[in-house]
Each structure stands twice: as structure tokens, then as C-alpha cells.
């Protein structure tokens, strides 16, 4: 076998429900974070459950590197707790007659010993578990219980990590508090993952690549960036949560105000400080379509503090509907924009026509790479 | 005083009972709990039978099925010189059909409860399916295991009817306190009769008070 094939996962297979059916073939790259992405009930978690073989039911084939966990048409099935995989639930599952301390406890007992292991210490400070090792599982806040799920799943040294939408029950607070973690952890420990989320910043924020799922099928896979910018593969009737993912480099920090100057493409934009970037990372923002709005003429005493230039690509404007959504080609990058039908036809914006977008400064979700 | 060898005979029958019992109930009632086969529905009604039955009509059967004529007993008395009817092997037996409901039924609907859920996160973390039942399954329905057990216990402990038909009335042997009740308020020797109801009586009730102020305060922990 190929180098190549020895750092793939390679996914094809069945399953059928009465009322719903997958079938989906993906090759995951052992490298990074890889998004499964698409609406609630497209087959993700299931997809992700076959993977860990929680689904013994699954036709097909599922081959990790060289080691074929399942072929169905040879009778061959790994067990669940023979995959080397970490799996963390959208439920956490914590176990509720143990303590934290007895819950990693539980992981790390039945690991592999190797010479890569991570270190116990290393995990419990990478999750800032310190402090609630001795506590009972049923008091610990969402936050809390989902930090220890992901650090009792690294206990088990998994060589894939796999997330099913671990912030789905989560509060924005909360959201906001898990992210930094899940964002640091696969590259902090190298450990390849599979991410399943129907939020588009979740995604922008922390996957490499995406997959998306529709009824059950792979509909398309590739750079995280291009496909979150498909604007065919957004869920019906999300127009206020359609966004676009800009990637940018940092170009220099402007402490006196907490700012950071980032550039896209030759324009700049400006955001609040991001202090742990260092000048010439990559930074992915996330616009939401909401929070631009658009100029017919270079804006002057403005508030809004970035204007992009660009050509108005596409207008899709529902006739029922009081509003519309515009594309705009900005040297390239189709940036979404979220307006009414009112300034639509007050503007006279239609395809070909130069405008100037307007971010917000406030509003980006932000992400390393 | 009254004789006491009863009593002893009374708990010695409910603990090997419930020993048994814990030991085939608890793989019956996992089974119960996670089959979802055509099989399921048959041995859930078999399971449940001696709730309904007449202790009369399950010692009528066991006194044939275990009588020396049969092949079972015929077996037994020609492994252990002795014969199963009438005997303390006998209402061991009885007892175990008799009361494995009450192991049963509380243990699949604890099992149940905890559900797939906690044995898939211990599958993930490399748990094998034997591992995770005594780590994970059993530890969280200890709830289930107690009030399956004392159930049981009790239960044994308050049979009658098929006692009387399997064991008779030997003392020593097979008078167990509820046959020596009867034999006491048959002779009218009441005074008897009353010292043993009257500590049967207290016996259920703080085996029961036990049982529910345990699953009271476990409440109060989870909570």
C-alpha cells in the first residue's frame, strides 16, 4: 500500500432505517480536522457512529490507514473498544457514579501503553480540569462536562479523535468558553480529527477541510474555506446565519487601540486584537451575512471601520419575502450579503454593479491555521 | 421459647435463593433489556408466570417434576442418595422459579434505565462489552440489584403454598416459619403462632423501611 493510503481513512458504506438511509463514500485525511458538515438529520452522526463502530449493523468498508475495521462482504468488524478512536458524545456521557478523577481515571486504565503516550498531567492542564478532579459528575455545568469528555477521551491515546457536535447543547456562553479548547487540542497533541456541526462558524472556525451531507449522502468535500463558500450548499431558509469565510494573514498589531490589522487580498481590514496571533498567521473570518451592508459609492463618517470593494455577482430576491440576499465578487471571494428588498430596488443594485461592502469590527469569528 | 429452626431454616432457604438468583437473573434480565428479538415477548410471559399462577399449581407440578419417577429427581436421587421432593434442594429450586420475578423485573428495568447510552462511551474508551457491564451497567443500576434482591429475599421468605406441596413439613428439613405457623394455629397453639407472625411482621416491615430509606438518600445524591 502507498504512503498515501497509509494516512487515509476510507469510508464507504450503507445503512438503512425505515425512514431514512446513508450511503457515502469519503476519504478522510489522518491530518488536521476534517468537517462533517450539513443539516440536522443528514446522517452525520451516524456516518461518525459507523466510523467508531457503534453501528454493527453498517454494510460497506471502513479502513483506517492499513487496517480494515470493517468489510461487511468478508464478515470482518472491529469491535468498538478494539478502534483506536476517541469519540466525544453531543451528550458528553459522563459516568455519573464516578467522580472527574474516576471518569479519566477510567480511560487511562485501559490505554495503550506506548512511547507517544500523552502525558495524564498534560491532558488535565490542556483542559484546565485541575480544580474539578475530586468533584461529582452532576454538578458540573455543560462546559464543565464537555472538557472533561474530551480530556477522558484523550486519556485513551486515540490515534483519531472523532466530535459529535460537542457544543450542540451548549449555551453561546458556554460555546464560547469550550471553542479555545477544541480549537488548540488536535494540534496541541497531533491527533487527526472528524468534526460533525450544522453551524457554519463552528465549522469556519475549526476545520481544514469539510464534507458535506445531505439525505444521507456526501455532496461534496474539499478546503474548508471553498466549500463553506458554495452558496448552493446552504440549508434552506438560514439566510441570516449565511456567512463567508475570508482568509487573511495578520499584518501588525495596533496595541494603543486593541487592534490588529489583518490583510485580505491587497485590502485591510480591521478587527479587535488578537494577541496570540503572531504577525503573518492565517486568520479565517467569519462574516456573517448580516452584518454587512453595502455602498453604491465610497463611504465617507462611517462607523463601519472596513470597506471592501468588489462587483455585485448575484441578487436572489423571494418575492413573498421582504428580504434578499446578494453575493458580491470581491477579487474573487464571494462575500454574502443580507438586505431588503427596499434597498435592493432603492440602489438599483443589480449583477455588474461596483459597490463597497462594510464589515463590522465586531463581527468575526476568528480562526488560527 | 419457641423453636427457633425455623427461623434459621426460613433465612438460610432465602439467602441460597437469592444467591442463585442474582447469579441467572442478572444475564436473563441484561438479555431481557437489550434483545429486541421475536423470542423477547415468550420469555418475558414465562419469566412473569409466577405472579399470576396459583402457588398450588406450580407445586403440582414441581412435585411430579421432581419426584423420584421423574427423570430429574430420578437423577438426583442417583447422585446424592436422597430424593429432591421434600427435601431443602427441593424448595431451593421451587423458590428460585418461584420468586424470579422479583429478580428479574426490577433488574431489565434498571438495566434499561441506564440504557446504551453510557455502555457506548465505555465501548470508545476501550472497554470490552464484559468490562463495561461490571464497570459501567452494574455499578449504575445498583439501585435495581437492591430492590431486586430484597424483593427476592422477602418473597422467599413469605411463601406458602408451593413450600407445603415440594417440602411438606419436616422439621429441620422443609418447615420453613410460615408452614410452622400453620402447623401452630392447626393445633391451636396460638401463643406460637403469634411469636412467629408478630416477627415475620417486623421483619418485612424494617427490611422494606431499609430498603426505601436507601433508595431515598441515593435520591438525594443524584439530585
Given at each position: 500500500m502507498s504512503d498515501d493510503a497509509a494516512n487515509v481513512l476510507a469510508v464507504d458504506v450503507r445503512l438503512a432505517y425505515p425512514d431514512f438511509s446513508l450511503d457515502a463514500r469519503l476519504d478522510v485525511d489522518l491530518q488536521g480536522v476534517t468537517g462533517l458538515f450539513g443539516p440536522s438529520g443528514s446522517g452525520k452522526s451516524t456516518l461518525l457512529r459507523i466510523i467508531a463502530g457503534l453501528e454493527r449493523r453498517a454494510e460497506g468498508t471502513v479502513t483506517f490507514g492499513c487496517d480494515a475495521w470493517q468489510d461487511s462482504s468478508r464478515h470482518e468488524f472491529t469491535r468498538a473498544d478494539r478502534r483506536p478512536v476517541g469519540y466525544v458524545f453531543q451528550d458528553a456521557r459522563l459516568f455519573e457514579h464516578l467522580d472527574v478523577d474516576g471518569n479519566l481515571k477510567y480511560a487511562a486504565d485501559r490505554a495503550p501503553r506506548t512511547a507517544t503516550s500523552i502525558a495524564t498531567d498534560e491532558i488535565i492542564a490542556a483542559c484546565d480540569l485541575k480544580a474539578l478532579l475530586p468533584r461529582r459528575v452532576g454538578v458540573l455545568s455543560g462546559g464543565e462536562r464537555?472538557?472533561?469528555?474530551?480530556?477522558?477521551?484523550?486519556?485513551?491515546?486515540?490515534?483519531?479523535?472523532?466530535?459529535?457536535?460537542?457544543?450542540?447543547?451548549?449555551?453561546?456562553?458556554?460555546?464560547?468558553?469550550?471553542?479555545?479548547?477544541?480549537?488548540?487540542?488536535?494540534?496541541?497533541f497531533g491527533i487527526p480529527a472528524v468534526y460533525v456541526s450544522h453551524a457554519v462558524d463552528e465549522m469556519a472556525r475549526l476545520a481544514d477541510r469539510v464534507a458535506v451531507l445531505q439525505n444521507g449522502s456526501i455532496v461534496a468535500a474539499g478546503d474548508a474555506v471553498e466549500i463553506l463558500n458554495r452558496t448552493n450548499l446552504l440549508p434552506a431558509g438560514a439566510m441570516f446565519d449565511a456567512a463567508t469565510i475570508l482568509e487573511t494573514r495578520v499584518s501588525e498589531h495596533l496595541p494603543g487601540l486593541h487592534l490588529t490589522r489583518l490583510q485580505f487580498q491587497q485590502h485591510e481590514i480591521v478587527v479587535p486584537m488578537l494577541g496570540e496571533r503572531a504577525q503573518g498567521d492565517i486568520v479565517r473570518l467569519h462574516v456573517r451575512a448580516g452584518d454587512v451592508a453595502l455602498a453604491t459609492t465610497a463611504p465617507q463618517g462611517l462607523s463601519f471601520r472596513n470597506v471592501l470593494p468588489g462587483t455585485i455577482a448575484a441578487i436572489d430576491a423571494a418575492d413573498a419575502s421582504a428580504f434578499a440576499s446578494a453575493t458580491v465578487d470581491i477579487g474573487g471571494t464571494l462575500l454574502r450579503v443580507h438586505l431588503t428588498r427596499h434597498a435592493v430596488d432603492e440602489l438599483a443594485l443589480a449583477p455588474g454593479r461596483p459597490v463597497f461592502a462594510l464589515l463590522k469590527t465586531a463581527a468575526f469569528d476568528r480562526r488560527g491555521g | 421459647m419457641p423453636d427457633l429452626g425455623p427461623v434459621w431454616l426460613t433465612l438460610a432457604l432465602a439467602a441460597v435463593t437469592t444467591m442463585i438468583l442474582l447469579v441467572i437473573g442478572t444475564p436473563l434480565a441484561w438479555w431481557l433489556s437489550v434483545t429486541r428479538g421475536r423470542f423477547k415477548p415468550a420469555v418475558e410471559a414465562i419469566t412473569a408466570l409466577p405472579l399470576i399462577l396459583p402457588p398450588t399449581v406450580l407445586g403440582f407440578y414441581f412435585l411430579i417434576a421432581l419426584g423420584p419417577a421423574s427423570p430429574i429427581g430420578e437423577f438426583w436421587v442417583q447422585i446424592t442418595g436422597d430424593s429432591l421432593t421434600f427435601s431443602f434442594s427441593g424448595l431451593v429450586i421451587a423458590s428460585v422459579v418461584y420468586s424470579l420475578p422479583f429478580m428479574v423485573q426490577p433488574l431489565q428495568s434498571a438495566f434499561e434505565q441506564v440504557g446504551r447510552a453510557p455502555l457506548e462511551a465505555a465501548a470508545t474508551l476501550r472497554a470490552s462489552p464484559i468490562d463495561a457491564f461490571f464497570t459501567v451497567a452494574a455499578p449504575m443500576a445498583k439501585r435495581g440489584f437492591l430492590t431486586a434482591s430484597v424483593l427476592a429475599f422477602a418473597h422467599t421468605i413469605g411463601e406458602f403454598g408451593v413450600v407445603l406441596m415440594v417440602g411438606g413439613n419436616i422439621p429441620g428439613r422443609t418447615k420453613v416459619i410460615s408452614i410452622a405457623i400453620y402447623e401452630h394455629v392447626e393445633t391451636l397453639n396460638y401463643a406460637e403462632a403469634h411469636v412467629l407472625s408478630a416477627g415475620l411482621l417486623v421483619f418485612s416491615f424494617v427490611t422494606l423501611f431499609f430498603v426505601y430509606a436507601v433508595l431515598r438518600r441515593n435520591d438525594a445524591h443524584v439530585g
Open positions: 464537555q472538557r472533561v469528555a474530551l480530556a477522558r477521551t484523550l486519556m485513551t491515546q486515540p490515534r483519531l479523535l472523532l466530535l459529535d457536535e460537542p457544543l450542540a447543547s451548549l449555551d453561546a456562553e458556554r460555546k464560547k468558553e469550550i471553542l479555545p479548547y477544541l480549537e488548540a487540542l488536535p494540534q496541541r | -
